[in-house]
């Protein structure tokens, strides 16, 4: 069974200054697909990025961007001149890409912006 | 954002009572899921929809039934709640299930409380 690891349960970061959340997986699949989910105090779970194991190119999306390292099976989100209102729990997820319905969570890691 | 609805979003109950959670959805997706979120647990999987009235059983699904007679509507039901089932509901939604251009989309979350 595949499980997601986040080591880190809670971050803090200055505003304005960038931050790295680690998330690392455990999987004998090679097609796969990767997620990070960010839950503001709303507790509306909202995707961040998302990257497909088999793309080299590590995915970007504005401040937010991923170091996708497939053989030690790490999945880093950086966060580039954080704002106050990135303030939240993030959770890394993993899917099966042989047509599994599962997402399967880390437990997340609870960031602070500091301003 | 993925027009999805919870209901009731708040509820308090007592030991032994039936408890009946709605999930609805305006997208038309086929695959429709129910996850609970636990302190340090993350997001586990209870029960997922493939289609109306296909269901399949994830990994925390004892205490749990499920129902969807339209694809609109996934029902979760507790049969006779328990205080291990306090926790956060969130349902979620997805087109095809897998395939790498899918994602799920989660709805704003339901706290059941069991007194």
């Known amino acids: 069974a595949q499980t997601v690891t986040q080591s880190q349960p809670e971050m803090s970061v200055q505003e304005a200054e960038t931050v790295t959340l680690s998330c690392t997986y455990d999987?004998?699949?090679?097609?796969?697909?990767l997620f990070w989910y960010k839950q503001p105090p709303s507790r509306q779970m909202i995707l961040v990025i998302r990257q497909e194991a088999y793309k080299q190119q590590n995915a970007t999306e504005n401040r937010f961007s991923v170091n996708f390292q497939k053989a030690a099976k790490s999945f880093s989100l950086k966060i580039s001149d954080s704002q106050l209102g990135d303030a939240a729990m993030y959770f890394c997820a993993y899917r099966s890409g042989g047509g599994s319905e599962k997402l399967v969570f880390g437990k997340g890691t609870k960031l602070t912006v500091n301003p | 954002d993925a027009g999805i609805t919870q209901s009731p979003r708040h509820k308090v109950t007592e030991t032994g009572t039936p408890v009946t959670l709605r999930c609805h959805q305006t997208?038309?997706?086929?695959?429709m899921y129910w996850y609970r979120q636990d302190p340090g647990h993350g997001l586990r999987l209870i029960h997922y929809?493939?289609?109306?009235?296909?269901?399949d059983k994830g990994e925390v699904s004892d205490g749990y039934s499920v129902s969807r007679s339209k694809t609109e509507d996934f029902l979760l039901t507790l049969e006779s709640a328990t205080s291990s089932q306090t926790s956060v509901y969130f349902c979620?939604?997805?087109?095809?299930?897998?395939?790498?251009?899918?994602?799920?989309?989660f709805g704003p979350g339901t706290r059941l409380t069991v007194l």
């Open positions: 979620a939604i997805s087109e095809y299930g897998g395939g790498r251009t899918d994602t799920q989309y």
């Open positions: 929809s493939y289609g109306v009235k296909d269901t």
């Open positions: 999987t004998s699949e090679s097609d796969y697909y």
């Open positions: 997208e038309n997706h086929r695959y």
